[in-house]
């Protein structure tokens, strides 16, 4: 777009957009912190990603409305921004995958870097519906009072946003299955958790006797039968052992165990920080991961036509 055809209140909706779609940008950002490797620099990223995505949805409508069509072609940079995004976080995260107590896991690792592109597209959107509705107020509706028309745009912005943020949410382990506290015990080198066998690496007397004095366990029962189909996944068991260990961190051993029977999944280990109901909210606050979503409806398939 040409500055020097840019009017004031041209001038006054792309930045109202663009502080808007930023402030989206922050407001879920808070909902990352416990996925993000690096909280400073991590923050500064995502806020100048965000920046840049509001301010390219903020220009579009009005490059469009003084018909310079040619500027809204730059459009398409936004995708290839976004797409870089989420492989910045994909590579970042894989790369710090030795470092860990223990593995996220590449599931894990996808569904954050995805995460993190989706949130950039907020912001994105709420700009552009932002700058949308101010336009319309002003150009089709013919609204003369420009704060109420910004008012208006923020309304119909941040409304977008709540509703977005709703319809992406996912769900998390806590709200498929029953998280408690296992009953650990060690017999002859061998580990168990409510009498279910888990592992046999406990093959000297100071492990048997670190496990028995400090080790930790939970069990997971899924709520309904089909929910197994998502705690069986091994990227899913691996993620939640991830949050756990990250919450409480290891001193040293962690174990993921699955029972073929009803489906139950236990997590040991021997953690610095001693502490049950931690371990227990780490678990439950574990994301579902969409690779392993799926949904129980559709199988309800009627084949006898």
Do not use: W
């Amino acid at each position: 777009m040409d500055p020097t055809e840019l009017t004031s209140n041209e001038l006054i909706t792309i930045i109202s957009a663009i502080v808007l779609g930023t402030l989206a940008r922050l407001i879920t950002i808070k909902e990352d912190f416990r996925q993000y490797p690096s909280y400073p620099n991590g923050y500064l990223i995502q806020i100048i990603t965000g920046f840049v995505a509001a301010a390219l949805g903020a220009v579009a409508i009005p490059a469009l409305l003084s018909k310079n069509f040619v500027a809204v072609t730059f459009l398409t940079l936004a995708l290839q921004q976004f797409r870089d995004v989420r492989k910045m976080e994909k590579e970042s995260l894989s790369d710090l995958e030795e470092t860990e107590f223990t593995y996220r896991g590449k599931a894990y690792i996808d569904g954050i870097a995805k995460t993190f592109e989706a949130r950039n597209y907020l912001a994105f959107i709420v700009a552009l519906t932002t700058s949308l509705t101010i336009s319309v107020l002003q150009n089709a509706l013919k609204v003369e009072n420009l704060p109420l028309c910004i008012a208006g745009g923020a309304l119909v912005g941040f409304g977008l946003l709540y509703y977005l943020q709703r319809f992406t949410k996912g769900k998390t382990i806590g709200d498929i299955a029953e998280v408690k506290e296992g009953k650990v015990a060690v017999k002859d080198s061998s580990l168990y958790v409510d009498d279910m066998y888990v592992s046999n690496l406990l093959g000297t007397d100071n492990a048997e006797k670190l496990f028995t004095e400090e080790g930790m366990a939970v069990v997971i029962f899924p709520k309904e039968n089909h929910f197994r189909i998502n705690l069986d996944h091994f990227g899913q068991r691996q993620a939640a052992l991830f949050e756990a260990c990250r919450a409480l961190g290891v001193k040293r051993y962690q174990f993921t165990r699955k029972d073929y029977e009803d489906g139950k999944v236990m997590i040991a280990l021997v953690p610095i920080k001693k502490d049950i109901d931690a371990f227990i909210e780490a678990v439950k606050k574990c994301p579902l991961l969409e690779s392993t979503k799926k949904s129980h409806s559709v199988m309800k398939t009627n084949l006898k036509g």
